[in-house]
């Protein structure tokens, strides 16, 4: 059971390079989630996506963009990296049933540094 | 603008010393609260959903708990392979809010033998 997978798990960039970072689940879930995880912050959600074809930002979007071409991928993008953002990027996805939003289901992470 | 606080940053516990964890919210209106379980270098595991006031879950040395304020993870004689860094979250109600998660900074538990 794959679930929800993340690549790469580790990248070094320099300041103004870019990258993507992909998610994939294999869930067949409607919704996905970008967050970062910063020591003493908690996660915080960078953007999301309630279905293909559809994103919208969370409480941390700038520096980031994020496609979702198929259902099955999320890809967040880093178009000019900044030390700022050196964190554990981490993807989820979730279902829903009925009214009620299921348990979001977490990837192992991307330890991003940014030099 | 909805808020979580975990408490107490930090826990050591011997093995068998049963203790709680303190999850306190504010959200306009709560349509779930969540705790998961984070190992090191690793994502975190979903552990239950708590819906109401008054709800309780169960799974094997934890138990979560509802008020209309808080949450409390209960942990029964843990062993050392409890030790991980347990955190909570809510969903709220609302229009563009009901997908998302607010997550506290989290309990990191050590359970020594």
């Known amino acids: ?115 | 603008e909805d808020q979580v606080t975990q408490s107490p940053e930090a826990l050591r516990l011997q093995e068998g010393e049963s203790s709680s964890l303190n999850c306190s919210y504010t959200v306009s209106g709560l349509r779930g609260l969540f705790w998961y379980r984070q190992d090191p270098g690793k994502g975190p595991e979903f552990l239950f959903t708590l819906y109401s006031a008054g709800e309780e879950k169960e799974k094997e040395r934890l138990k979560a708990t509802l008020t209309k304020k808080e949450s409390f993870l209960h942990i029964t004689a843990p062993k050392p392979e409890d030790s991980a860094t347990y955190l909570c979250a809510v969903q709220a109600i609302g229009r563009g809010s009901n997908y998302k998660l607010t997550f506290g900074k989290g309990t990191l538990l050590t359970v020594n033998p």
């Not at chain 1, 690549?7 to 689940?25: E, Y």
């Open chain 1, 1 to 115: 059971n794959a679930g929800v997978t993340q690549t790469p798990k580790f990248r070094v960039l320099k300041t103004g390079q870019s990258m993507t970072l992909l998610c994939a689940q294999d869930m067949n879930h409607e919704y996905m989630y970008w967050y970062r995880q910063d020591p003493g912050m908690g996660l915080r959600l960078i953007h999301y996506s309630v279905g293909e074809g559809t994103t919208a930002k969370g409480e941390v979007p700038d520096g980031y963009n994020v496609s979702r071409l198929k259902k099955q991928n999320f890809l967040l993008g880093l178009e000019s990296a900044a030390p700022s953002q050196t964190s554990v990027y981490f993807c989820a996805s979730s279902t829903r049933r009925g009214h009620s939003n299921q348990p979001q289901h977490f990837g192992d992470g991307t330890r991003l540094s940014i030099l």
